[in-house]
């Protein structure tokens, strides 16, 4: 076996057992799932898993970091328009699109439970500020960019309302992981009539 397939072969395993992991910590919390539970929801061994992952805190920091990743290319991917409305509309529509039920939803609740967990951890902790200045740097330079376009007032502060809307999607993300009756498509459409004008314009 070429290093090439060994690797794609470690990669493809460690996202099994991050998947597995995840509807672990979907279903029974971060501290209520076991390594038994994980080994179990992946058909591995323990040992396999261990030769992949230390430990369970191993785990979810890696699951973490796989966070910061997905949101990181979910902004690349919303901003390459240039447009700002089609990049905010693209942005919340992605995130909150993965909220509920289905694999997307199980890693967004497994985001929720490690939000909490970051208190507790530094290791979280520092992932999870990284994560959140990537939004709100994303943020900061499409108001910019609307500001200049005229769609909002020259007179807002960018940075005020790039974290403004960096905690709707946290908070819109918290709701839905609890409330399945939340509708996050009106969020989208709400924050798209924002950052075009139309909002305060009519």
């Not at 076991?34 to 920091?61: E, P, R």
């Not at 993965?98 to 507790?120: C, F």
Request: aromatic share 6%; net charge negative; hydrophobic share 45%.
């Amino acid at each position: 076996m070429s290093p090439k397939v060994s690797e794609a072969h470690v990669e493809s395993r460690k996202r099994d057992i991050l998947d597995a992991a995840a509807a672990c910590f979907a279903r029974a919390g971060l501290h209520g799932a076991t390594m038994d539970d994980i080994c179990t929801q992946a058909g591995l061994s323990k040992g396999a898993v261990y030769g992949y992952f230390k430990s369970k805190d191993d785990i979810v920091s890696a699951l973490k970091v796989e966070s910061v990743q997905r949101d990181a290319a979910i902004i690349r991917s919303a901003t390459q328009s240039g447009n700002p409305e089609d990049a905010f509309s693209a942005m919340f529509a992605a995130v909150l699109g993965t909220v509920g039920s289905g694999p997307g939803g199980v890693k967004r609740k497994a985001d929720v439970l490690t939000w909490a967990e970051s208190l507790l951890s530094q290791r979280l902790l520092d992932a999870q500020v990284i994560e959140t200045q990537l939004w709100a740097d994303a943020m900061d330079l499409l108001v910019q960019e609307a500001q200049r376009r005229g769609s909002i007032s020259a007179n807002v502060d960018s940075r005020a309302m790039a974290w403004t809307l960096t905690s709707v999607i946290y908070g819109a993300v918290a709701v839905r992981s609890w409330d399945d009756s939340f509708d996050p498509s009106q969020v989208v459409a709400v924050v798209s009539d924002l950052v075009s004008g139309r909002l305060v314009n009519g």
